[in-house]
């Protein structure tokens, strides 16, 4: 009787083995057919449920890249898809791809920014991406902004660097108008504000005023400068 149990058993493990075996040939098989990008994406999925929408876009995403396999926006569509969902290295590696194809891409370089800023905590890395994006894109104010919060907060050290960054801004875009956009001088004032060089900081300031009359705390900040001369 116990051999006889024996042999059912012995069968059953066989039986189990030969399907699992199975099993796995034939998702091997099936896996096969996709490429390396469409297996990662399929491995995303089953961690990353996503909306309708996103599904959507993704799909689309995936279907242009079949075609043209360094589409930049498609290669956004899916890093934007995964910053949305958190998967940060996988956003990041997406970043990277689009900008293999085109460096200069704006939202690559100022989503990369802030994924190395607020995931990684890689500061130096946030800050080369901002520095690209404004090298491209000079007229970009949010870019200076968030180099010159990341210069003063996390890298201090760096953050002289930014006077002649501004100044550079200023001169740049005065090549197209004869002045530049006020945040650029109001951006400039704080800085002299900031490293005590108060009668620069005065000049920028009222530059700024002159062009927007209104603002109060460009007002404000002028007087308590002037109290400390």
Avoid: C
């Amino acid at each position: 009787m116990d051999r006889e149990y024996r042999k059912v058993v012995i069968s059953i493990i066989v039986i189990v083995i030969i399907i699992v075996g199975i099993g796995i040939f034939w998702k091997y098989k099936q896996e096969s057919k996709f490429s390396p990008l469409e297996r990662d994406l399929i491995s995303f999925l089953e961690k990353h449920p996503l909306s309708e929408g996103d599904q959507a876009k993704l799909n689309n995403a995936i279907n242009i890249l079949r075609e043209k396999p360094k589409d930049v926006s498609a290669l956004i569509t899916i890093a934007e898809i995964r910053q949305k969902v958190k998967d940060v290295d996988g956003s990041i590696e997406f970043y990277l791809k689009a900008l293999e194809v085109q460096p200069t891409n704006v939202v690559a370089l100022n989503n990369l920014a802030d994924l190395y800023d607020h995931q990684k905590k890689e500061y130096e890395k946030s800050a080369e991406m901002y520095l690209r994006s404004i090298e491209n894109t000079p007229e970009q104010i949010s870019a200076y902004q968030s180099l010159m919060y990341i210069y003063q907060h996390r890298l201090p050290e760096k953050y002289p660097d930014m006077e002649q960054i501004l100044l550079t801004a200023i001169e740049k875009n005065t090549d197209i108008s004869e002045y530049a956009p006020v945040d650029f001088y109001s951006m400039l004032g704080d800085f002299y504000a900031n490293v005590d060089e108060i009668n620069k900081a005065i000049k920028y300031y009222e530059i700024a005023l002159g062009l927007m009359p209104g603002d109060e705390s460009v007002k404000i900040k002028i007087e308590r400068l002037k109290e400390l001369k």
